[in-house]
């Protein structure tokens, strides 16, 4: 054990090292490379304190802690010329000295009395210390975890909002993550929460289900938080999070680590915001800050020590995150290089920095008992002892990493007297659009007709695939489920509308299916259905053979609704519209927009606000002005502009802006203020200006967003 706790020492040093170097680099690299680079770079501290290994570097390195190695050929020589020496002596000793050894032994005991046993006990006592230190490091962190999920599960309930799931199932399958995280509702959290390693579940705080307009997280809110959490789901930072504290647990002594865990921490939501911003317009980041300022007025984290993933952890880092969101943008080649060879050079400098303790000559420090009984030491029974104390430790560090799945064994109530319950036996509800009454899922994934789950909840129907086909064809069909509860099958609507059964038994069946010319639909269908170990993959599907291949019914829908605007037919549905604003890129939203602007639909804030942000700003914006100006719709009233105008961008804004320039009250001004350019303040705040007096304080309000020109214009008024 002794052994193993100088090897433990050597390794929090040589951490502790490699951390000071990180941290002192820090300042720089954060300027200079991703955020992303640096939150990885922090792996190199945990490398270098779990991988026992020493690369000797090449350079000769003088003074310090280092001392000069022995070369193998002259060690090995000198301790055989030691041994034969020493048994030279012994023999003499036996002849001419025989009866003296006891006495003379006695005196040296006597001039020496600290022995190499009595040597080694401080040094035993510290490696117990350490050990019971790691103990209840542990067990604090491990009480401190169950209890915080325990109050999180407590009143939990998994997420029954459709297009909240549907929102998650499709950006999960943008974000190419395999296994659904669960998504559950927790009056114990004040936000969004991620738990879990094997099996992670993402906790909204109660209501976040309803539609009540106190509920912060609906409308273009919802999707940039999801988006937050299931990077957070697809990177694993959850395990990244884990290992660190069960490094802490290891190494509780060192306050190196501590303050590295800090910077890791807030690494890790600065890279999250930096995926999530990316895939954003200039529009969509600006609605994120927002975001973010609003989670940081209502949200608390769980803490540093908590090994949860969360929106906002600490409000104190709101500044900096902000700056990254502001300050966003992409890796240019040099940049990309440069932070390859600073990586590499970091790596090799981690390798070959460290701190080997070492007393009279070199100590080789071995961490298995089978290594040091080839050095010639064997292990008495107190050391076997130890051996069996560590064991112990280690099983309880793995023992982490257990999660128990207790999704099946949840009730879930369902009923039985609406359209979902009752399409099981109608082939008329079933052929026609989909219909849920309870759609949860544990461990979900869903990519292109491919679809597993551990655990499935279901009632009603679902849509897998629609295949127009311009000829017979045939596809293959692989499924196979474990039926818990209820009714589940898999159906296929043929383009006459019949309906016929492929598989409602859920042994492991592989298939062909037969597709008749013209739109085909397969689909699942549950009747208060509990399924387990879900899995279905539709596969040989030809493009050739097909006019258009659709995975969902919000996806052929937004598809034949383009066709239709490009051929300047049919009527658009606004509710139908918002459902499918996620899965069209900015330019086709625009697209959209210009066309229900032009059919006289009308916008709430919150609606408005949403189609900026998945649109094309400055196009949305020029056809909305275009809109107002030619009569099709009426003008924006105070709330619509207030909701929009962080997001209009272009021309089009300031012509919005002016429509209304006459009507703007002070209230307007205030909330506008952030986001106002010169000219639009100059334009505004002069027509206020000709219906309204300016007092003085009105203006100390303001003054912080006028340039000179329009003081000075101020001062002549």
């Not at 990519?447 to 000829?471: C, E, M, Q």
């Not at 689909?523 to 969902?552: C, E, P, R, T, W």
Request: proline share 4%.
């Amino acid at each position: 054990m002794r052994q193993i706790f100088l090897g433990m020492l050597s390794l929090s040093f040589s951490g502790a090292l490699t951390g000071l170097v990180l941290l002192l680099l820090h300042p720089f690299t954060k300027r200079i490379f991703s955020k992303k680079w640096n939150y990885y770079i922090w792996l190199l501290v945990a490398a270098r304190i779990l991988i026992p290994v020493y690369v000797a570097s090449p350079f000769p390195v003088t003074g310090g802690m280092q001392k000069t190695v022995p070369q193998p050929e002259q060690t090995r020589e000198a301790s055989m010329q030691a041994g034969k020496s020493q048994e030279h002596l012994m023999e003499i000793h036996e002849r001419t000295d025989e009866g003296k050894s006891a006495p003379q032994d006695a005196a040296r005991q006597a001039e020496n009395p600290e022995t190499p046993q009595d040597a080694g006990r401080p040094l035993k006592a510290a490696a117990w210390i350490w050990l019971m230190g790691a103990a209840a490091a542990l067990a604090a962190r491990l009480a401190g975890y169950r209890r915080f999920v325990r109050n999180v599960r407590k009143n939990a309930q998994p997420m029954a909002d459709g297009e909240i799931l549907r929102l998650a199932r499709d950006m999960e399958e943008r974000l190419g993550i395999k296994r659904m995280p669960q998504i559950c509702e927790s009056p114990e959290v004040s936000g969004p929460v991620t738990l879990g390693l094997h099996r992670p579940v993402i906790f909204f705080p109660a209501g976040t289900g309803s539609a009540s307009d106190h509920n912060p997280y609906r409308g273009p809110q919802l999707s940039l938080v999801l988006h937050h959490e299931l990077i957070h789901v697809k990177r694993k930072d959850l395990w990244y999070k884990w290992l660190y504290q069960m490094i802490l647990c290891i190494h509780w002594f060192n306050p190196v680590l501590y303050l590295v865990r800090r910077y890791l921490d807030i690494d890790c939501e600065l890279s999250c915001d930096e995926a999530v911003v990316g895939a954003l317009t200039q529009e969509g980041r600006s609605a994120y800050g927002n975001m973010l300022i609003a989670a940081a007025e209502r949200a608390a984290g769980p803490g540093g020590s908590m090994p949860a993933t969360t929106l906002l952890e600490r409000k104190k880092d709101l500044k900096e995150r902000l700056g990254g969101i502001l300050h966003y943008k992409k890796q240019s080649a040099v940049r990309l290089i440069a932070s390859f060879c600073i990586f590499v050079g970091l790596f090799s400098l981690t390798a070959c920095a460290g701190i080997r303790p070492q007393s009279a000559g070199m100590v080789t420090i071995s961490l298995s008992p089978s290594a040091a009984k080839e050095d010639g030491e064997s292990m008495d029974s107190q050391d076997q002892e130890e051996e069996s104390v560590l064991e112990s430790f280690g099983k309880a560090l793995l023992g982490l990493f257990i999660d128990e799945d207790r999704f099946m064994s949840q009730t879930f109530a369902v009923n039985k007297k609406g359209e979902p319950w009752r399409a099981y036996d109608e082939e008329e509800l079933i052929a026609g659009e989909d219909v849920q009454d309870k759609w949860s899922a544990y461990i979900y994934s869903r990519n292109k007709g491919k679809i597993t789950s551990h655990g499935f909840v279901f009632d009603g129907t679902d849509t897998i695939l629609i295949a127009r086909a311009k000829r017979d064809t045939e596809i293959t069909l692989d499924s196979s489920w474990d039926m818990r509860e209820g009714r589940f099958k898999l159906v296929h609507v043929t383009p006459q509308g019949e309906v016929l059964v492929i598989d409602d038994t859920g042994e492991q069946n592989r298939g062909k299916v037969s597709l008749a010319e013209g739109r085909n639909v397969i689909k699942m269908v549950g009747q208060g259905a509990k399924v387990q170990d879900l899995s279905i993959a539709v596969s040989g599907i030809h493009g050739s053979d097909f006019d258009g291949v659709y995975y969902s019914e919000a996806e052929e829908y937004l598809q034949n609704l383009l066709n239709g605007i490009r051929k300047e037919e049919g009527e658009i549905e606004k509710e139908k519209v918002m459902d499918t604003l996620y899965m069209a890129d900015d330019k086709e939203v625009s697209e959209i927009f210009a066309a229900m602007l032009r059919q006289g639909v009308t916008f709430s804030p919150d609606e408005l606000q949403e189609l900026l942000v998945y649109s094309d700003a400055a196009l949305s914006t020029g056809y909305l002005a275009d809109a107002v100006e030619n009569g099709d719709i009426g003008p924006l009233d105070e709330e619509q502009l207030t909701a929009a105008i962080p997001y209009m961008k272009g021309e089009g804004r300031i012509r919005l802006l002016g429509a209304m320039s006459r009507e703007v009250t002070f209230g307007c001004l205030e909330k506008w203020a952030p986001y106002l350019e010169d000219e639009e303040w100059e334009m505004l705040l002069l027509g206020y200006m000709d219906k309204n007096e300016l007092t003085y304080s009105q203006l100390l309000s303001l003054y912080p967003y006028l340039n000179e020109k329009i003081i000075g214009k101020l001062d002549e008024r």
